[in-house]
């Protein structure tokens, strides 16, 4: 069973995939939007989950560092329920502590220049809560 991990920021969208076997992840894109225009983002994730025949999306979830959820945690809550809406895939949240920071610092130790880094950063964070997820579910 193949998913789709995203990482939500509020002007871009990190897409990441599972194989088909749903082992690893991979880099799949980072898609633009507007200032909070999270209706053309979740558009573009239904898109995607037909394309690649997915019905399960492992979504970031933004906590604080002492596990307090905020304003970036219930804008999660309500792209989940909208994709659940408008669509028979299935939303699983992933706490996304940490991850950005775990990308830049591999992307630094990997000597990625700055302007790839940033870049790629979105859709890598979303690598690591999709592989951090399959990892969880393989246990």
């Given amino acids: 069973m193949k998913y789709i991990g995203l990482d939500l ?15 690893l992840a991979r880099a799949y894109d980072t898609f633009r939007f507007r ?52 669509s028979n895939i299935k939303v699983i949240l992933m706490d996304e502590r940490l991850t950005t920071v775990i990308v830049d610092k591999a992307m630094i130790e990997a000597n990625v220049r700055r302007k790839d880094r940033h870049q790629k950063k979105d859709e890598m964070a979303a690598v690591v809560i999709l592989q951090n997820y399959l ?5």
């Fill in 135 to 139: 990892d969880k579910k393989s246990f």
């Fill in 35 to 86: 200032d909070d225009d999270y209706d053309k983002a979740i558009s573009y994730t239904i898109d995607v989950c037909k394309k690649e025949n997915v019905n399960t999306i492992v979504l970031g979830l933004p906590k604080h560092m002492n596990g307090d959820e905020g304003i970036r945690a219930q804008i999660s809550f309500d792209f989940k329920a909208k994709i659940e809406e408008l």
């Fill in 9 to 23: 920021g509020s002007r871009t969208l990190g897409v990441a995939i599972s194989d088909e076997m749903g082992i």
